[in-house]
């Protein structure tokens, strides 16, 4: 999508006013096929357009997409692909397959989008894995602190055939998800504005002792707690209010997340940790997926390579372009017109970090949960396994310059 979605021509208001004759799937996705800044007229056209190519015969199946918070503005912040995804797998089997496009938590929320698509009261879902680990436990495989060292190691395990084996497959078989395609990063903290006037973070130390927001995952909250960082679970929708009212001194999250929620306003430092894995992922009800014809069910898989590919190379420029994700931070980004700072530690202060944390230097707070994960994937040692996966390309590698590959055909 281009930047016409927030172009002062078109309001939300008179956006829902084109959704409310075509349908909001159809308005996004026909704005989004189209570049620059459209007027009212420009937009009801290509909405019309695409509703037109969208319902020229029946559907075969239709594809209920709850996308927790995104929606067409935001995206262009978080490049998660929903939209994209969407548009290819519609024009990919000709109109067999129409999805729905449901976000702005209007059926479901970053906690609870699991679960409904687990029930098949969504088909497909967006959401980070983080938090979709409460309904999901499978998912923390990806949380041990320091497994993946760059954001380029993530899609390169994403991509990896080995991945359906550590992480796809258990998931299908245990809790019912389909895994397609995730916006890869790496997670931090974000603190609050009493560190505004503070110099920028240097050393693990200064952050001992604060009190920080922890998602879903049962992992994650091993590493802050060993790493004195107080972890306290709190909703992701309650988050900005948590960070405005002093509730909390910061969250862990990743950059682009702080941005595309509106939470810059009351985030002054944006501390690079990069302690264990951000995938804001998309995934599907296995059984749904099950029910497709052959020929569709590839076209899914299909759909879903593109996507992954077109995010890695999407969202790299949006964090630098966009968000403020860099050193120098660019002019007109996010974070710089918020005042927000990105702070990258050291690599000696990371690896500082990795031995207070991780289970190759602290196995023992690890062994339960590593055990409990090793027996849902049949015996597999995963921490182990992706560990090697993750380092298996070099570590300065660019994200843009990771081979995609269709990580099931082996």
Wanted: glycine letters at 8%; one cysteine or more.
């Amino acid at each position: 999508m281009s930047s016409k979605f927030v172009s002062e021509r078109i309001s939300r208001r008179n956006l829902l006013r084109v959704a409310g004759t075509y349908g909001l799937s159809s308005t996004l996705l026909g704005g989004a096929a189209l570049t620059g800044a459209l007027t009212l007229p420009e937009l009801a056209e290509a909405a019309s357009s695409t509703y037109d190519k969208r319902f020229s015969k029946p559907a075969k199946h239709t594809l209920k997409f709850g996308a927790s918070g995104f929606n067409e503005r935001n995206l262009l912040i978080e490049r998660a692909g929903c939209l994209e995804f969407a548009r290819d797998l519609e024009e990919r089997t000709d109109g067999e397959i129409r999805v729905e496009f449901i976000g702005d938590n209007q059926i479901c929320g970053q906690l609870s989008c699991v679960e409904k698509t687990q029930q098949g009261i969504v088909d497909i879902y967006a959401a980070s894995t983080q938090n979709s680990a409460g309904g999901a436990p499978y998912y923390n495989v990806l949380d041990y602190a320091y497994q993946f060292p760059t954001r380029a190691s993530l899609y390169h395990f994403l991509y990896h055939p080995a991945s359906e084996q550590i992480l796809r497959a258990p998931l299908r078989k245990k809790h019912n998800l389909h895994f397609l395609f995730s916006v890869c990063q790496l997670r931090g903290l974000q603190m609050g504005l009493s560190w505004a006037d503070r110099p920028d973070v240097t050393k693990i130390e200064e952050l001992f002792g604060t009190k920080n927001r922890v998602t879903g995952t049962q992992l994650g909250r091993i590493a802050m707690e060993l790493l004195n960082l107080n972890p306290t679970p709190i909703a992701w929708e309650e988050t900005l209010d948590g960070l405005k009212q002093g509730l909390i001194d910061g969250a862990e999250t990743w950059s682009s997340a702080v941005a595309y929620a509106n939470m810059s306003p009351v985030v002054s430092q944006v501390i690079d940790l990069r302690f264990f894995s951000g995938f804001e992922h998309t995934a599907m009800n296995f059984e749904v997926f099950e029910g497709l014809e052959p020929h569709l069910q590839d076209a899914v898989m299909e759909s879903a390579y593109f996507t992954q590919a077109l995010i890695q190379g999407a969202h790299e420029a949006a964090l630098v372009n966009t968000v403020g994700h860099s050193v120098p931070q660019l002019p007109g980004t996010i974070f710089v017109k918020n005042g927000t700072r990105f702070v990258p530690l050291s690599d000696a202060e990371r690896e500082k970090a990795a031995r207070m944390c991780a289970p190759e230097h602290v196995p023992e707070p690890w062994e339960a949960w590593r055990e409990r994960i090793n027996g849902w994937a049949g015996g597999i040692d995963t921490y182990t396994e992706v560990h090697r996966i993750a380092r298996e390309i070099p570590s300065d590698i660019l994200v843009e310059n990771v081979e995609p590959r269709r990580w099931w055909r082996g």
